[in-house]
C-alpha cells in the first residue's frame, strides 16, 4: 500500500470513499445500496455494486459515483449530450458514433464504460471508456483509451482521474495486461498519468487523407 498526499494509508477497495478528512477509507457496496452518509442519500438513486464514492469534494458538491455501467443503461440523451460536447471541443465536428460495433464489442467482453456522477442528483458529468483486444506479437490482453472525458464545470476536482483509476481496476479484473493511453498535445495530462503508473511509451503521429 502507498501513502496519499495528505498521509493516509491508500488502498484498493471494492468501493471507494472519500471522507471529509480528505483521507480515503474502504466501503462495501451491495446490490441496491446506496453507499453515501445520510448527508447526501438520495432515495431515488442506487448504485451498482463495486462502485467507488466520493462523499466530499473540494468544489463542495455532494460527491461522485464512479461505476462500471452497461452502454444501454440509463438516457442515451445525456449521454449523447457529452459525447457531442466532447467531439466538438476535440474536433470541432459533430459526433457520429457507431452504436452497433460498440454494442458488439461489450457483447464478446472487450469494452468497458465508466461513468462519473452526481451523488446527489445522478446527473452524468463525466466518462471514459477502453477496449482490449489479444495483441498479435505477444499474444497478452491490451486496452486502448477509446474516449474520456469530463463537463468543463466540472473539471480540476480529480473527476478525470478517478474515472480512469476506476477503468485500470475493471481492465485488471477483466485479464488485461497493458493499457495504452492517448492524449492530446494540447491536453498531455502528465502529472494525472504518471500518479496512475502510466510511463511514455511510444509517440503517435496523424495525418489526415
Known amino acids: 500500500m502507498a501513502r496519499s498526499k495528505n498521509g493516509g494509508l491508500r488502498t484498493r477497495p471494492t468501493c471507494l470513499s472519500i471522507c471529509r478528512t480528505g483521507m480515503l477509507c474502504k466501503m462495501t457496496v451491495t446490490p441496491g445500496s446506496m453507499a453515501l452518509d445520510t448527508t447526501t442519500r438520495n432515495p431515488k438513486i442506487e448504485h451498482p455494486p463495486g462502485s467507488w464514492v466520493s462523499h466530499w469534494t473540494p468544489g463542495g458538491?455532494?460527491?461522485?459515483v464512479y461505476a462500471r455501467e452497461p452502454l444501454d443503461s440509463g438516457s442515451w440523451d445525456e449521454k449523447m449530450r457529452l459525447i457531442e460536447m466532447h467531439?466538438?471541443?476535440?474536433?470541432?465536428?459533430?459526433?457520429?458514433?457507431?452504436?452497433a460495433t460498440y454494442r458488439k464489442?461489450?457483447?464478446?467482453?472487450l469494452m468497458?464504460?465508466?461513468?462519473?456522477?452526481?451523488?446527489?442528483?445522478?446527473?452524468?458529468?463525466?466518462?471514459?471508456?477502453?477496449?482490449?483486444?489479444?495483441?498479435?506479437?505477444?499474444q497478452m490482453p491490451v486496452a486502448d483509451d477509446d474516449s474520456w472525458y469530463v463537463l468543463p464545470e466540472y473539471r480540476c476536482y480529480g473527476i478525470g482521474k478517478r474515472l480512469r483509476e476506476k477503468a485500470l481496476e475493471e481492465l485488471r479484473t477483466a485479464g488485461v495486461k497493458m493499457a495504452l493511453a492517448r492524449v492530446k498535445l494540447s491536453a498531455p495530462h502528465?502529472?494525472?498519468?504518471?500518479?496512475?503508473?502510466?510511463?511514455?511509451?511510444?509517440?503517435v503521429w496523424r495525418k489526415d487523407l
Open 112 to 138: 468497458i464504460g465508466i461513468s462519473a456522477r452526481r451523488a446527489d442528483t445522478g446527473e452524468l458529468v463525466g466518462y471514459c471508456s477502453a477496449i482490449w483486444h489479444p495483441d498479435l506479437h505477444y
Open 61 to 64: 458538491f455532494a460527491g461522485f
Open 87 to 99: 467531439a466538438q471541443e476535440l474536433r470541432g465536428i459533430n459526433a457520429n458514433l457507431d452504436i
Open 105 to 109: 464489442l461489450e457483447t464478446k467482453g
Open 190 to 203: 502528465d502529472t494525472v498519468l504518471s500518479e496512475l503508473g502510466f510511463v511514455p511509451y511510444e509517440t
